[in-house]
């Protein structure tokens, strides 16, 4: 079985200045993994999205709505006011990597970035 686990956030960071509208990314990124996946017979892709925007939370629901194989986990707020930026991103990869190792051994998993520059 093939696992892909996609950490999303639709925030813009301060350090970072962009060409490209991160929403827009992500959700490029997204289209990418699901053609991707299309052929594969077993598969999963879990998304954990760090407190991205409702409206941007509706537009990944839509998006993924059809496929049965995709599951989000929306994180809940935490205080990250004391926090760096590095940090800040590792909470969702803590998230996800306690979802990696609770996957069967024997499954191939693949963790992905949209894109994060924080």
Do not use: G
């Given at each position: ?5 996609l ?11 962009r060409?490209?509208?991160k ?5 490029r990124?997204?289209n ?5 996946l299309d052929s ?7 998304i954990?999205?760090?407190?991205s ?15 049965s194989?995709?599951s ?10 004391n926090?760096?930026?590095?940090k800040?991103t ?10 990696i190792?609770?996957?069967p ?12 520059k924080?």
């Open positions: 079985m093939i696992n892909v686990v950490r999303t956030c639709d925030a813009h960071s301060l350090q970072s200045t060409i490209v509208n929403s827009e990314c992500i959700l990124c997204l990418s993994i699901i053609n991707n594969i017979e077993h598969k999963a892709l879990h954990i999205d760090d407190n925007s409702q409206e941007f939370k509706t537009k990944l629901k839509s998006l993924t709505e059809p496929y194989y995709i989000i986990n929306f994180l809940p707020e935490i205080d990250k006011s926090l760096s930026a590095k800040k590792r909470y969702s990869l803590q998230v996800a990597l306690e979802y190792y609770n996957l051994d024997e499954n191939l998993v693949y963790l992905v970035e949209e894109d994060r924080s």
